[in-house]
């Protein structure tokens, strides 16, 4: 059996798996001061004693990764940056705690200007003077050559400072990408450190014996204590956990949009026939371009639970979220009480929700039906116009899908898929829309669904330079001797190797490791009219899906 566990902003999902067999849901509210007492009353309404030793692993989903940097609780951080020549410091300054230092490599990977160890000990010494724990080193070809990376990091080492590295979150080439990646995987470092600690203690309560995974933002697990040198991937694991639930639910082939209506949020998500679409470059956060690759996703400040207020005579909804519905104890009118007053829901305290919403009808001098009805068609009517906003960006640009890139594709939905609490809603925005729309079975805890079943995904870049005789593997940090005649063939197989090792580290089996090449790229290098060698870049992925037993999507 397998335990998946969705937590949300508002509820705690859980779903208890068996045979990719839904058996057993729960749904909780989400204590954000006790997340540890949340997984517990989770698990608890789905396992005893009788079937703890049958569940096989573990899986959860997160949105403390996103919510932290979204509301500015993160860890102060120091950017140490060998930047080079070719950008203006200006274009890539993150603030008072950013440093510019000497050294650097050139787009091959060779060093130009070595790094000042006198110059390290001045920024050392600052950095203590801030009493700044956590510390940033990003160098422009770091991913082609890590080593001024890993050197910067030896000298400004101390026992209570945590550094994070440029070159071990991508392979890839984006100097300011990777400075956002490796800022943002420092400054959620302890907030996340905590999240892991609360869900390894969970686990001892429950079963010490038993593998955590964890979702990361394409829709891939990972185990939990691994995910600690990379936090950065988990964000958006909750709008990921969406996406594999529409994965797990909904067998569609045709274009189609999905909708996780939360408390708090919702989630939209755009597929190409019946595929979810990726971030080709890096999801972005905040305003922060990064190199995590994610499933495309949008988030939207309105939920179930939003708050409804009046202003100058018109109704205003959300972004906040200041507690539950008022039927359900809450201490504003949300949209969720408007749809209980039209029996559009039917759980919760209907007479709290009728005086809710008879507050606001006061003010805008119509009856309490006519308010009730108002607020879900501005709740829905909101919700269509992102979707509208969405697929025109989607459209104006190429469609990359978690397997290809799709030329010339145009995104039509053929279906509005939704899930979430407030699903109910579907059929005002499917009218909004023009299309028909579907709720999934399950769709109150699909995301939990989506996360229990969903594979290990991993990626390795390689990059080979035969005149050097080199080759490095990015993300690993690692430089091996190669021969002259080295060809694209064994870049290829050399990448498979390590994905298969890496992934088995970060929990994959066997059978779920499922691999395709992304880029295979080879350069001849020229000097004086001669052939002096090959540049050779290979990137290999396992896609995001699910298990094995699942249908392969």
Not at 98 to 104: L, P
């Amino acid at each position: 059996m397998i335990l998946g566990i969705d937590v949300g902003g508002t509820h705690t999902d859980a779903v208890l798996v068996q045979n990719f067999q839904l058996i057993k849901k729960a749904k909780v509210l989400t204590d954000q001061a006790n997340i540890m007492s949340s997984l517990l009353e989770a698990a608890q309404k789905l396992i005893s004693g009788d079937n703890i030793n049958d569940i096989e692993r573990i899986v959860l989903s997160t949105t403390i990764s996103t919510n932290a940097i979204v509301q500015d609780k993160t860890n102060r951080v120091a950017m140490v940056l060998l930047s080079g020549p070719g950008l203006s410091p200006a274009t890539l300054d993150l603030g008072k705690d950013t440093y510019f230092a000497q050294g650097y490599v050139n787009h091959r990977g060779i060093p130009v200007k070595n790094i000042s160890s006198r110059e390290m000990e001045e920024i050392s010494n600052d950095i203590s003077e801030k009493s700044i724990r956590h510390i940033g080193v990003v160098g422009k070809f770091s991913s082609r050559n890590p080593q001024q990376e890993l050197d910067t990091a030896e000298l400004l080492a101390k026992e209570s400072r945590i550094i994070s590295l440029g070159h071990t979150l991508s392979g890839q080439l984006n100097f300011p990408r990777r400075i956002a990646t490796t800022y943002l995987n420092a400054a959620i470092h302890d907030i996340y450190d905590a999240f892991v600690h609360d869900v390894l203690k969970f686990i001892s309560r429950i079963g010490p014996n038993i593998p955590v995974y964890i979702l990361k933002a394409d829709g891939g697990t990972i185990l939990i204590d691994k995910s600690l040198e990379c936090p950065v991937q988990t964000i958006h694991s909750g709008p990921a956990a969406g996406i594999m639930g529409v994965l797990a639910t909904a067998r569609i082939k045709e274009d189609a949009v999905a909708l996780d209506i939360g408390g708090t949020t919702t989630d939209i998500s755009v597929f190409a026939d019946g595929v979810p679409l990726l971030e080709p470059s890096g999801v972005a956060i905040n305003g922060r371009k990064t190199l995590i690759r994610g499933l495309y996703t949008k988030s939207i400040g309105v939920g179930g639970d939003s708050v409804i207020k009046i202003e100058k005579g018109e109704i205003v909804i959300g972004p906040q979220r200041e507690g539950p519905a008022v039927a359900l104890g809450g201490p504003f009118p949300t949209p969720t009480d408007a749809m209980i007053v039209e029996g559009i829901v039917t759980f919760g305290d209907a007479g709290k929700a009728q005086e809710a919403i008879a507050g606001l009808a006061r003010k805008l001098r119509r009856s309490v039906g006519e308010t009730a009805r108002a607020i879900v068609e501005k709740t829905a009517a909101m919700i269509a116009d992102h979707v509208r906003d969405i697929l025109a960006e989607v459209n104006n640009k190429p469609v990359y899908t978690i397997h290809e890139l799709l030329e010339g594709k145009v995104i039509t939905p053929k279906i509005l898929l939704v899930a979430g609490g407030p699903a109910a809603i579907a059929p005002f925005i499917a009218e909004n829309l023009g299309y028909p729309y579907s709720i999934p079975e399950h769709s109150e805890v699909s995301n939990a669904l989506g996360v229990a079943v969903a594979r290990t995904t991993a990626e390795v870049t390689i990059l080979a330079d035969t005149e050097k005789r080199e080759l490095i593997l990015s993300e690993e940090g690692k430089v091996q001797e190669i021969p002259r005649n080295f060809s694209l063939a064994d870049a290829v197989d050399v990448g498979k190797k390590t994905l298969r090792e890496k992934a088995a580290r970060m929990g994959a089996k066997a059978e779920d490791i499922i691999m395709e090449v992304t880029e295979s790229q080879e350069f001849n290098m020229i000097r004086n009219f001669y052939t002096t060698g090959k540049n050779i870049r290979v990137k290999v992925q396992i896609k995001p899906g699910l298990i094995s037993s699942g249908t392969e999507r």
